[in-house]
């Protein structure tokens, strides 16, 4: 006899072993590639936007490298998770663009973590990824690719039946293609590298990391699962920001001449001679031209005018475009135009770099350090059986310390060794003391305090 609970989903037309496809918006997407093996699709030229972004306009260039440079700045730890009450706490802190929670997110890390010895495994393949490179190295090439494709990609060489990495490896975003085949909730089973020497190499999914910013394009073809990159968004303003240096540069190489004068009469008695017009330039020479003759006011002896030769009116407009190109190839990657004004006042720039930090980079460094540990560090906690976690070092920004104020209130509150975490400095050790809070001496009750004072409710009795 059927259970009231079956009867209930049966009535319901419930049935678990279909829970896989009721996702019908996935079944009409991936369901043209989940029955084919080995099927590879190729969409836009993702190459562009390294020769035709990156390579070639400095605006872009700078932007990206701002940002991976600034990345760049915080240290990657391999640690131990104890597992205690204050990991929880560490945990729930986790990175934060507020200075008074970032400073706790500092602390908590110091007290339930761990450093892990420079000879683990793990530890030597953030040391040295690959016999080319060094960590340094191979993440700064892999966020150039994330910035500007839009994704990222890294794979790595294991022992056969292993996913423990031996080595780390950067793989072009414009040379990665995936493989479908799988299933509807989960449809890459590889991705092939081209090798540029017209062979292919296919990896198996688990063994390639992707970082990818999100792509709202979903169809067929499996666009969803591939990065959007900001220049796919800034296509035009890339073209205007060409086309504007492109004419500066033009009018500065072919500029020539800047004007004609000629005699302002429809006399032809009026006009120069050829003897005269070569008097005239060199009156000219000595009388208009050079610093000397700044702010001087020149007489002429018979009527002249002067035409100017220059840019268009639309060439200049294209030109004039620049200052409005390069705000808005800013704002695709978040970047504020201000860290790129050569004359910027003290208070901008400080508030374009605390929005730097805050908006772009933090927000990054928590996306990478969160890929890394689910893709890199799990087979390894598997096999040592303990927690290794990754962790950028964000405490050695400036925009996200403490001023003077709030270090002095947390002072009040916080122990010696807390301060010396915020501070920078490493704790000390086998000290009671370092580790207790501090009140200010002298300080005692209101109604313990007399000095021979009357108090205003002993004068109401």
């Known amino acids: 006899m059927a259970s009231f609970g079956q009867y209930v989903n049966k009535a319901l037309g419930f049935n678990p ?89 500092n602390i908590y890390r110091a007290k339930s973590l761990e450093f892990v010895d420079e000879n683990n495994d793990l530890a030597q393949r953030i040391e040295q990824p690959n016999e080319h490179q060094s960590w340094n190295e191979l993440i700064e090439l892999f966020r150039i690719f994330y910035f500007v494709q839009g994704e990222a990609f890294l794979y790595r060489e294991t022992a056969d039946d292993s996913d423990i990495a031996l080595s780390i490896h950067v793989c072009p975003a414009n040379l990665m293609e995936p493989v479908f085949g799988g299933t509807i909730n989960d449809p890459i089973t590889g991705w092939k590298l081209n090798l540029l020497n017209g062979q292919i190499r296919k990896l198996d999914a688990k063994d390639v990391f992707q970082l990818k910013m999100a792509n709202p394009e979903f169809d067929s073809m499996g666009s969803q699962l591939r ?37 302002n009469s429809p006399d032809p008695k009026a006009w120069l001679q050829p003897d005269q017009v070569d008097q005239l330039q060199d009156h000219i020479e000595a009388k208009v031209h050079g610093a000397e003759n700044k702010n001087k006011i020149v007489a002429a002896a018979r009527p002249v005018q002067y035409t100017a030769i220059g840019l268009s009116p639309q060439a200049l407009a294209i030109v004039d475009g620049l200052k409005y190109s390069n705000v808005k190839l800013c704002d695709l990657w978040g970047v504020p135009p201000v860290l790129f004004d050569p004359n910027p006042t003290y208070q901008n720039m400080k508030e374009a770099k605390e929005r730097f930090v805050n908006e772009v980079i933090i927000p990054y460094l928590n996306k990478e350090e969160e890929g890394l540990n689910r893709w890199l560090t799990e087979p390894f906690k598997r096999a ?47 000290s009671d003391a370092a580790n207790q809070v501090f009140i200010a001496s002298g300080k005692v009750p209101l109604n313990e305090f007399d000095m021979g004072l009357t108090l205003n409710d002993d004068l109401n009795k």
């Open 384 to 430: 040592d059986k303990k927690n290794y976690v990754l962790d950028y070092d964000t405490s050695v920004y400036d925009e996200l310390k403490l001023d003077l104020e709030e270090r002095k209130a947390l002072s009040e509150i916080l122990s010696i060794n807390e301060m010396r975490v915020l501070e920078g400095w490493e704790e000390i050790e086998d």
């Open 227 to 263: 990065g959007m990159s900001p220049l796919q968004a800034g296509q035009k303003y890339l073209q205007l920001d060409d086309t504007a240096v492109k004419a500066w540069l033009n009018s500065t190489v072919n500029e020539g001449a800047k004007g004609i004068i000629s005699p």
């Open 17 to 105: 072993q279909k829970r896989e496809y009721e996702n019908q918006l996935n079944a009409i997407l991936y369901g043209n590639l989940i029955n084919f093996k080995d099927v590879v699709f190729y969409n836009y030229c993702r190459e562009d936007f390294i020769v035709k972004g990156y390579k070639s306009n400095a605006e872009v260039y700078s932007i990206v490298k701002k940002i991976v440079d600034k990345l760049s700045f915080a240290p990657l730890y391999l640690y131990e998770d104890k597992e205690d009450k204050k990991s929880a706490r560490y945990k729930s802190c986790k990175k934060s663009v507020d200075k008074v929670e970032h400073a706790k997110y």
